[in-house]
């Protein structure tokens, strides 16, 4: 003869507070305790220090690896057509296999002949390295933005004439 039902259940019940007294629970912390005060998230990961622009541009100009890894692709040049009307710029974009390695610490590398000089504009998260060759009129701007605390290769301006 069987059991009646409620027995049945009764001991159906019994197997699952033991089966659930054994398995692990997470407990949620109390969210209106504390004086009602707003819970705080912290960040888990270290915020890293922004890189030295020094350092970055020392490797830029002396790794092509890391130099066409930190350019921002497709880069963005701009020529100037006419110095008197600035509307007549050029805007072209180089992707990645067409970029080539510039060295500009050493541009007489880059320039036939010349006396040339280098000059390094600093504005928060952005570096303009201009390059300007005597009596040619070379002067050409290569623009520098920090993003997430590493320095990028983001474009170059050319009003050469």
């Given at each position: ?5 409620h027995?049945?259940a009764i001991?159906f019940?019994?197997?699952l ?7 692990s629970?997470?407990t ?8 009602n ?20 541009f020392?490797k ?6 890391f ?19 600035d ?11 067409d970029?080539?390695?510039i060295?500009l610490?050493e541009p ?7 006396i040339t000089?280098?000059?390094i ?14 009596d040619?009129?070379?002067h ?5 933005l920090?993003?997430?605390?590493e ?9 050469s004439?």
């Amino acid at each position: 003869m069987m059991p009646p039902f409620h027995v049945i259940a009764i001991g159906f019940m019994f197997l699952l507070t033991l089966v659930s007294c054994t398995s692990s629970t997470t407990t949620l912390p109390d969210l209106k305790s504390h004086d009602n005060q707003t819970p705080v998230i912290q960040n888990q990961q270290a915020t890293q220090p922004n890189e030295n622009f020094d350092d970055f541009f020392k490797k830029f100009n002396t790794d092509t690896l890391f130099q066409k890894n930190r350019t921002q692709f497709p880069l963005k040049g701009t020529f100037q057509l006419d110095p008197v009307d600035d509307k007549s710029d050029s805007t072209f974009y180089i992707n990645r296999k067409d970029f080539f390695f510039i060295k500009l610490t050493e541009p007489n590398n880059n320039i036939v002949d010349g006396i040339t000089s280098v000059q390094i504009t600093d504005r928060d998260n952005k570096r303009t390295v201009v390059l300007r060759m005597e009596d040619s009129g070379v002067h050409i701007e290569y623009t520098f933005l920090l993003k997430n605390g590493e320095w990028w290769f983001v474009g170059f301006y050319d009003t050469s004439t």
